[in-house]
Nanobody
Framework: QVQLVESGGGLVQSGGSLRLSCAAS????????MGWFRQAPGKEREIVAAISRSGSSTSYADSVKGRFTISRDNAKNTVYLQMNSLKPEDTAVYYCAARDRFIAGPGPYDYWGQGTQVTVSS
């Protein structure tokens, strides 16, 4: 089992950048593929990006390709989401999640963090 805690959200102007972090507890972080999701008010949760256990494979939603980068540091039990060129439509609660194997699609994922709010003003 793994516990996930996100951080790094906040308020940023359109065109700005934020880096989200997700710290995982336990010594088995490297056994999990990780994903970042987001959910805006009134909308369904959507996959933003995913990364394999080693970090060698990644995938992105079309809406964030070229602007967001997912990465991980297995020595620090942390996965990151670097978000550049932010747009108001990126406003959402962002969640990290863990599963046993990497997939490019939305899930299912087994473990979830509590979420961090990202607000992009125009």
């Amino acid at each position: 089992q793994v516990q996930l805690v996100e951080s790094g959200g906040g308020l940023v102007q359109s065109g700005g950048s934020l880096r989200l972090s997700c710290a995982a507890s336990g010594r088995t972080f490297i056994t999990y593929a990780m994903g970042w999701f987001r959910q805006a008010p009134g909308k369904e949760r959507e996959i933003v990006a995913a990364i394999s256990r080693s970090g060698s494979s990644t995938s992105y939603a079309d809406s964030v390709k070229g602007r967001f980068t997912i990465s991980r540091d297995n020595a620090k039990n942390t996965v990151y989401l670097q978000m550049n060129s932010l747009k108001p439509e990126d406003t959402a609660v962002y969640y990290c999640a863990a599963r046993d194997r990497f997939i490019a699609g939305p899930g299912p994922y087994d473990y979830w963090g509590q979420g961090t709010q990202v607000t992009v003003s125009s």
